[in-house]
């Protein structure tokens, strides 16, 4: 960063902790039936590569919806909120950062921005991506798991929380309730939350956009088994793996699987296991769900948030959501 734009990094999460959660994650995940990992593995170098080509794709509608969102509103979420400060949970996208950036600035209100994320490599990189046009901006980035390290950001100033991106819909309805309420346990009275999450709509839309006909999604499901190639040792072969995106209409999510081709062991002897897969198993690499606005509000509410306002509903494709805690 440029002199007068003080950048600050302060790590909770090191690579230690990260080699830790992933075997933890391998050895519970796969250890017998109903196999699954978490996504937050997908995104190694390549991964994160694939999930920008993802999001340009024709079909995969959830980032250009939010982004439109965004452009429309933000300045009217700004205005709600009366922030000085964005603190950017999973920050990633600087295009929507930009937009909610510009809009508190034209308020005369932006004082900080502090990003948070798992990766310091990537928080640094967020931060000097944005000094050309934000060089007076101090930054205060905060490496951390959201599941255990929420109440290690700063706290000083009138936050806006973004949670974007329909990353919500990434965990099951327990996680959910879980990380909502303890993220307004965190929060002032004052301060204000704004989540985006996908809308229900046509389940044959919300597959294709987890199943887009270049292939593209596909490699970046499989690649999950490259990162445990890379990073334990295993032998996985993924080209012995089909995507399969298939919509959970009881739960109203779609679930991306890999489904093992034959019947093979694969060794990871790095944690001293071999699993076995059967012809035609699947492993779960992603649930994301699909909410109506009403969910939406229902959820915040059970966690203590009361909504301020909505903005999408009426185009049944995205929705973000300004919320307060209750007290």
Known sequence: MTPGAPLSVDVHLSADDLDAALEHDVRTGLA???????????????????????????????TRAERRLLEAHAHRIAELATADTLVELGAGACDKTRLLLDALSSLGNLRAYRPFDVSDEFLRAAAEGLRQDYADLPVHAVVGDFHRHLDRIPREGRRLIAFLGGTVGNLDPGQRHRFLFDLNCTM???ECLLLGTDLLK??????AAYDD??????????????????????????????????????????????????????????LGMEVRFEAGEDLLTEISAKFTPEQVATELAGADFVVAGQWGAEQGEFLLTLARPCC
């Open 32 to 62: 017998g039936p109903g196999k699954s990992i978490p996504p937050v593995w997908f995104y190694d170098e390549e991964g994160s590569r694939l999930f920008e080509e993802i999001t340009a794709l024709p079909e995969y509608y959830p």
């Open 188 to 190: 002032a009275a004052e």
């Open 202 to 207: 046509d389940p044959d839309r919300i597959v």
């Open 213 to 270: 006909a270049e292939g593209v999604t596909a490699e970046f499901n499989r690649n999950v088994l490259r990162v445990l190639n890379h990073r334990l040792g295993a032998d996985f072969e993924p080209d012995q793996f089909d995507h399969v995106a298939h919509w959970n209409e009881a739960e109203r999510w779609i679930e991306m699987r890999l489904r093992s081709r034959r019947d093979q062991t694969v060794a990871i002897p790095r």
